[in-house]
């Protein structure tokens, strides 16, 4: 059996609850395409997710030969 890392799993699993929450967006803007005035929907992307859920510090280059 291979192990897996735990942060591939948690990063699988944000992806599918993303997936998930993106199909009740776009199945309400299905059921509702023919309501007059009806504004489609949609959720962020999932880049723009993980880019907030980085939080934390972050690593700076202050040279291209380092990290400070």
Not at 34 to 55: H, I, K, N
Request: glycine share 8%; no cysteine.
């Amino acid at each position: 059996m291979t192990a897996v890392r735990p942060d591939l799993l948690q990063l699988t699993e944000r992806r599918m609850a993303w997936l998930e929450a993106r199909q009740r967006v776009l199945a309400g803007n299905i059921a509702n395409a023919d309501t007059p005035g009806y504004q489609p929907r949609d959720v962020r992307s999932f880049a723009s997710v993980l880019a907030g859920a980085a939080g934390g510090p972050r690593m700076a280059a202050t040279n291209s030969r380092n990290l400070a």
